[in-house]
């Protein structure tokens, strides 16, 4: 007697697969999408998150992940001046 598994269908366990990995892509892109939208406006101001102030030696430059995800370029600037270090989103 020949029967037919599903769970031996070639062409069943392929579309199963393919259809969990695209979920798990468009799940991945939303859920970065959502938390990219949380970093601050402010390159500079979220710097001090990843480096603390006076952690950026004099025109150094340094580049980091904030921790919402995204990355960002600081140059360090005058010790003791909190805002001095220049920083950009990349």
Not at 22 to 49: E, G, M, P, Q, R
Not at 53 to 67: F, K, L
């Amino acid at each position: 007697m020949l029967t037919r598994s599903i769970y031996y269908d070639g062409g069943f366990i392929l579309r199963t697969l393919v259809l969990t990995a695209i979920a798990v892509l468009i799940f991945t892109a939303v859920n970065y999408a959502a938390w990219a939208n949380n970093c601050d406006v402010n390159a500079t101001k979220a710097s001090f998150a990843v480096w603390p102030e006076n952690t950026i030696p004099t025109a150094q430059t340094v580049t980091g992940r904030h921790p919402c995800g995204r990355d960002l370029t600081c140059i360090g600037g005058q010790t003791g001046v909190k805002a001095s270090r220049r920083c950009h989103w990349l």
